[in-house]
């Protein structure tokens, strides 16, 4: 497996590099974390679309655009996402490796990343005018968008009306109505702000010559003074009193499910690997029960699955349906939870479920920013395993382990989207 | 020795390729080092083969809208009552299957095991069994399937120009048919189409991975075997130039109204001239509207496009068309100002350096490709189908030049060409 090598650049600001021959491509991305807070969230998202809008060599869109071009179109980026309580905002770019270009593209693009985060384009300590704006626009887009998108849509607003109130439940994507209060200003020192005591992950993925990076990334951040408090990764998970019923009517042609549940176990917790080998069994994968006996012997949908948010004890379980389906789906999905909960699986299924987690973690060695991802949760869960040990993990997992994990998974949150009076 | 090697020194890959005696197409590009490998078998049947002539009949047939998908579905049905994912998941392998318009594909992707995993990909596709008791079962998976669809705002924009586009063409029907015309299937409808179509003549099989090919052919060899295979007719209907309607217009739950502006491209192409004809299409949309362009920048910079604005290209053996998509709140208005770009570069012409730049990013896109064992496998499998080499691509896009741009604009991109599909938000 791939070996990830960690340099310190100063007082938290870390370089991970995974050198690999195989690539055809350099992947550099660079993650500023700050603690996710409802009145901070809205403000780097926004930040994020900005910093993408120039910077202070390309000064704008256009000129970012046509620079990524000669550059045998590499990929750039900057977004926001969520680990647990932490927000982090993400500079990436991928780019073609120098071997099959001849040019050297490889460091114009890593000094392209550190720029769209550390010199944006700046005009008498603001950002520019037209760039908020229409980003304020575009983000506001992004929100309302997300209807588009039922699948999504049902799950977003069963984890809502689940985890109301609590701290981890903001989302990255901000609010709409945060949007408006925002100006060029105050974007910007809200940048001055986090930029130089926020801690920095730098990833480069590929093939690389290592000493050159790093030399690279030290100087160009030598000239700037940090001074950096870590953040800490906070879970959060909460009993459940009573299940929670949830609809809304929506125009919409197909009835969508979604069960959220809690499980009582992080990724820190020692049951976490049985939790994820049950989750399998349930509705990972088409070995799952949930694809075998709800939709392949009830016939009810095309799919239903169930899935784990590691950082904050949940599980959610989704499928497509016809709204007259609702309660026969529900009740199917709750007779399979059950099941595992009372152990009612084959070893056979126990086992074809540990292969499964242990060869997608093989085959994340593959994709570059699925790597980086899996070692960011590394970096702020040091009792994480790596790739490797993750794997042990799974494969020394019990039908008792499951049993164990399984005991404490309870159903919180039912939501249905149905459609209208006169459709359903 | 049975692979013919075609290495390309510039994209350090190798293609491996070879005819099996049932006339399989065989296709390996070894990946060292990669954890991951992916196998891909495909036929030339696709949702727009529904009129045909069955293997042993003089007679044609029309089949129900859908059927090829559904076939699909059936496929993974085994004689003992299992279903073939089965198989797959003890070896911890990613099974799945997709139709498109032309082709219907089985896949699988794994860590360990891969000479079970491809034998039983081989050995499955080959082993149908229909019954009427599990063709019933599937029309309510599919029709859940076809109902998800119905409620996403982008495929009904896409079929919607499709259905615009097209006046006969059956690439105008939705893949998955519709609930009405899949409770016409039967196991008849389906053996006939399955003995016409799934023919080793008529398939590809495409590997990428850390793999042998010698290993992939003795596999084949010992799989798949000899039998009498008729040739497959496939009958399509006559398309005129003109295109179908200029306006479509239908409702969804979606935030914002979505748009395509589609044109219908006449020239069908077959082998290299369709390789060349797709990468200078998606060239040329890329100078007109890619993200550098005046177009883009106009657009964007006043809030009538949104990141959410892109560019399509199809092109295929028995359609070609290319499309302009995203939000827009007002996409009639977005449409005359593309028909007044399209206008000025008929003027003026195309700058030269900004051609050669497109064309240098188009490069790096398609060397990122082989970055990735799926993209590989899909990428041979898709084009080898059509019988188009894709390891032509440096040759042919060598030959592409900023008047072949002119040539495309003038011949594909006309006011007569264009359909406007537009999703407007429902209540």
């Known amino acids: 497996m791939n070996s990830v090598k960690k340099h310190k650049i100063s007082d938290n600001i870390n370089l991970y590099i995974i050198d690999d021959t195989k690539y055809k491509t350099v992947y550099f991305s660079t993650h500023l974390y700050r603690t996710l807070k409802r009145e901070e969230t809205t403000l780097n998202s926004l930040l994020s679309k900005v910093l993408k809008c120039g910077t202070q060599k390309y000064q704008s869109m256009n000129a970012l655009n046509i620079y990524a071009e000669e550059l045998y179109g590499c ?82 607003r069963c984890i809502e009306e689940m985890c109301k109130g609590e701290a981890n439940s903001v989302v990255e994507i901000g609010y709409k109505e945060d949007i408006d209060s925002i100006d060029e200003k105050l974007l910007y020192s809200h940048y001055k702000n986090i930029i130089l005591n926020s801690p920095i992950d730098i990833f480069v993925v590929g093939d690389i010559d290592e000493n050159l990076i790093l030399k690279s990334i030290k100087a160009y951040l030598y000239e700037f003074s940090f001074d950096i408090k870590p953040v800490l990764i906070e879970y959060t998970g909460k009993d459940v009193r009573e299940i929670n019923y949830v609809e809304d009517n929506l125009n919409v042609n197909q009835g969508k ?19 994820l080998v049950g989750n399998s069994i349930l509705g990972s994968g088409a070995h799952s029960k949930l694809f075998n006996n709800v939709r392949e012997k009830l016939s009810l949908c095309y799919y239903a699955y169930s899935r784990l948010d590691k950082y904050n004890s949940l599980m959610l379980i989704g499928s497509g349906i016809e709204f007259d389906n609702y309660q026969k789906t529900r009740d199917a999905i709750c007779e ?10 084959t070893d056979d299924e126990l086992e074809v479920a540990k292969e499964y987690i242990i060869s997608s973690y093989r085959s994340y060695e593959d994709t570059p920013a699925l790597l980086v991802d899996y070692y960011i949760s590394l970096t702020y869960t040091p009792s994480l395993k790596t790739l490797s040990q993750a794997s042990e993990c799974v494969r020394s997992v019990t039908k008792d382990d499951v049993l164990k994990a399984f005991e404490n998974v309870r159903l919180d949150t039912v939501y249905f989207l149905n459609g209208k009076e006169e459709q359903a | 020795m049975n692979f013919i090697k075609k290495h390309i020194e510039s994209l350090g890959e190798t293609l491996y390729s070879a005819v099996h005696s049932t006339g399989l197409r065989i296709f390996v590009i070894p990946k060292k080092g990669f954890s991951k490998t992916y196998a891909v078998y495909g036929t030339k049947f696709g949702s727009i083969n529904n009129h045909f002539v069955p293997l ?13 998908h559904f076939l699909e579905h059936k496929m993974f049905e085994q004689p003992d009552g299992s279903n073939a994912f089965d198989l797959f998941s003890k070896y911890g392998a990613n099974a799945n299957a997709f139709t498109s318009f032309t082709n219907t594909c089985y896949l699988f992707s794994c860590t360990k095991y891969f000479d079970e995993c491809f034998e039983h990909l081989l050995s499955y596709v080959n082993k149908p069994h229909f019954t009427d008791e599990n063709i019933e079962k599937e029309q309510g998976i599919i029709g859940q399937e076809i109902r998800m669809y119905d409620d996403d705002g982008e495929w009904v924009v896409m079929f919607n120009m499709l259905r615009a586009l097209y006046v006969n063409n059956p690439v105008k029907i939705d893949i998955a048919g519709t609930v009405e015309s899949i409770s016409q299937i039967n196991k008849d409808v389906l053996y006939n189409c399955y003995n016409t179509y799934y023919n080793p003549a008529n398939m590809v099989v495409a590997v990428a991975g850390d793999v042998e090919p010698e290993r992939i052919f003795e596999i084949v060899d010992k799989t798949i075997k000899n039998t009498e295979y008729g040739k497959v007719t496939s009958i399509y209907p006559d398309e005129p130039e003109a295109v179908c309607q200029k306006y479509i217009e239908a409702k969804s739950l979606v935030a914002k109204p979505l748009f395509q502006i589609g044109f219908k491209d ?14 200078a299409l998606k060239i040329l949309l890329r100078l007109i509207a890619g993200r550098s362009s005046a177009f883009f920048k106009e657009n964007y910079d006043s809030g009538l496009i949104n ?14 068309c290319v499309s302009f998509g995203g939000e827009c709140d007002n996409p009639k208005e977005l449409k005359e100002k593309l028909m007044r770009t399209l206008d000025k570069f008929r003027e003026i012409g195309f700058d030269k350096a900004e051609f050669e730049r497109i064309k240098k990013a188009f490069y790096g896109s398609f060397v990122r490709t082989f970055n990735n064992v ?8 898709r084009n080898m189908l059509s019988d188009v080499d894709v390891m032509e691509f440096p040759e042919i896009y060598s030959t592409i030049t900023c008047d072949t741009m002119t040539e495309l604009l003038n011949e594909v991109l006309t006011e007569e060409n264009s359909v406007l599909s537009v999703v407007l938000p429902a209540e």
């Open chain 2, 266 to 279: 006449n020239n069908l192409k077959t082998g290299s001239e369709l390789l060349r004809r797709e990468i």
């Open chain 2, 56 to 68: 042993g009949s003089d007679k044609d047939i029309t089949v129900p809208d859908g059927v090829a």
């Open chain 2, 307 to 320: 990141d959410t604005f892109d560019t399509d290209v199809m092109t295929e053996l028995s359609f070609s």
């Open chain 1, 257 to 275: 499910l979604a069960m959220g549940l809690r499980t009582g176990i992080n990724i820190e917790n020692p049951l976490y690997y049985a939790l």
């Open chain 1, 75 to 156: 990929i750039y980026d900057v977004g926001v996402s969520k680990k647990a309580n932490l927000q982090s905002i993400v500079s990436s770019v991928n780019v073609l490796s120098d071997k099959y270009t001849g040019e050297s593209c490889e460091t114009k693009a890593l000094e392209l990343m550190l720029d769209l985060l550390f010199k944006p384009y700046v005009k008498e300590e603001s950002f520019c005018r037209e760039f908020v704006d229409n980003q304020k626009d575009n983000l506001r887009d992004d929100i309302d968008s997300l209807i588009n998108d039922k699948r999504s849509y049902a799950n977003v």
């Open chain 2, 374 to 381: 799926e993209s590989i496998g899909n990428l041979i499998c």
């Open chain 1, 336 to 345: 399979e939870i059950e099941n595992v909960k009372s152990g009612n699986f």
